[in-house]
């Protein structure tokens, strides 16, 4: 099994600063990666995947990077409706397995 | 639009069984994996299961491993989740969620999930 650690575990930025999240697994997976959103009392809803690639919808000043085993996400200028938990999740072998979360408080 | 909608939960005693159901609709259900997740109460995220878009394989996190079996209809766009031998530690939220077709692709849709509670 894959283990995928994110760091910080806690994360507290002001409004229009730059956010910096990290993932690491713990072999290499490619750019086979997700990030997914989960705001308070909501569904997690999916980011970024294939490591760089935004989904559907999602605001520029969200970015990903990174491939083999260590990722980035970076929020270029934090909103308030960016208070979330952040998961990163691979989906190059099964199981398909999540990191422990950051959980992003805005200052 | 996509629809993914889970339905089955509740509350059962320890050692108890259930089975969770998912129905999928607006996208083409027989080209993509699908998975469960669950979330602990004020806990992360923890994929349980998945299912390819054949059902042909199945993949389950060692916690679950011979206590939950995931299946899949394509006929009825339906998933399901039978979980037997329930703990305590089994509580969550659990989410139905698919894949985007082909292979190497995200959790692209998330249901609104449902709740399970195993408590005498």
């Known amino acids: 099994e894959i283990v995928m650690t994110q760091s910080p575990a806690t994360l507290s930025v002001s409004p229009g600063e730059r956010a910096t999240l990290s993932c690491r697994a713990s072999q290499s997976i490619n750019s086979d990666l997700a990030w997914y959103q989960q705001n308070p009392g909501q569904v997690p809803r999916l980011l970024i995947y294939g490591a760089s690639t935004r989904a559907t919808g999602i605001p520029a000043r969200f970015s990903g990077s990174g491939s083999g085993a260590d990722f980035t996400l970076t929020i270029s200028s934090l909103q308030s409706e960016d208070l979330a938990v952040y998961y990163c999740?691979?989906?190059?072998?099964?199981?398909?397995?999540f990191g422990q979360g950051t959980k992003l408080e805005i200052k | 639009e996509v629809h993914v909608l889970e339905s089955g939960g509740g509350l059962v005693q320890p050692g108890g069984s259930l089975r969770l159901s998912c129905a999928a609709s607006g996208f083409t259900f027989s080209s993509s994996a699908m998975s469960w997740v669950r979330q602990a109460p004020g806990k992360g995220l923890e994929w349980v299961s998945g299912i390819t878009d054949t059902g042909f394989a199945t993949f389950h996190a060692d916690s679950v491993k011979g206590r939950f079996t995931i299946s899949r209809d394509n006929s009825k766009n339906m998933v399901y989740l039978q979980m037997n031998s329930l703990r305590a530690e089994d509580t969550a939220v659990y989410y139905c969620a698919a894949y985007g077709s082909g292979t190497y692709q995200p959790l692209d849709y998330w249901g609104q999930g449902t709740l399970i509670t195993v408590s005498s």
């Open positions: 999740q691979q989906y190059n072998n099964w199981p398909h397995t």
